[in-house]
């Protein structure tokens, strides 16, 4: 796994020089080349996000209704709850002040930052407005969970799957290990799919740095950095 990551980096290295070459160059045909390489970075990087959300509510459910004793299952609960909240103050405050510090330090220009982003496929997320306390409360329990997993509300899949899972714990213990051995398969079988996207890591972010370096040039190097 030690020369997989190594071989990640030169990659990621190779795709952007490569992007930024064609970008320079403005050989159509070499261009069309890169055209064709570049979707399959998102093809990639889409095979490991459609892991995410059964992996994260499989793993939840599994850990929560495994306990059989309800009140260890409370306390699992109420830790868990405590642990993610301390974690998620944690990381907002540290993610907040570096990343401002690091941007007071070395500007980044918006024209080069909004090529970089398109360069992976994805769009700067914009906030109109942002969410009173009442709405972000009213949003913690989803009204519908397929849903909230269509569009990637972690927060309220997190929710539903403690609730789920606390319940389960609850019920007679054969059908609670039914549901156990459900989601640890589900789980067992997207840990497995993820081993394999991450085998081709190196095909894929060479694609994504290539188109990278094809819509933000050699300023996708700073801006990485």
Known sequence: ???????????????????????????????????????????????????????????????????????????LVARGILLFTVLLFFAATYTTLVTNGWLAIWPLDRSAADAFVAGVGDQAVTISEPPTFASWLQGLAPYNPIKAAAEDGMLALVVFSIFFGFAAATLAPDM?????????AVSEAMIKIVHWVLLAGPVGVFALALGVGLHAGFSAAGTLA
């Open 176 to 184: 609670r290990a039914q549901i156990v051995n459900f989601f640890r």
């Open 1 to 75: 796994m030690k020369s997989i990551s190594v071989i990640v980096l030169l990659s990621l290295v190779a795709g952007l020089v490569a992007g930024a070459l064609v970008r320079a160059s403005g050989d159509p045909a070499l261009t069309n080349i890169a055209g064709i390489v570049e979707p399959f970075g998102g093809l990639w990087l889409n095979t490991l996000r459609m892991t995410v959300v059964p992996l994260v509510v499989s793993l939840l459910i599994t850990a929560i209704a495994s306990v059989a004793d309800t009140a260890k299952t409370g306390g």
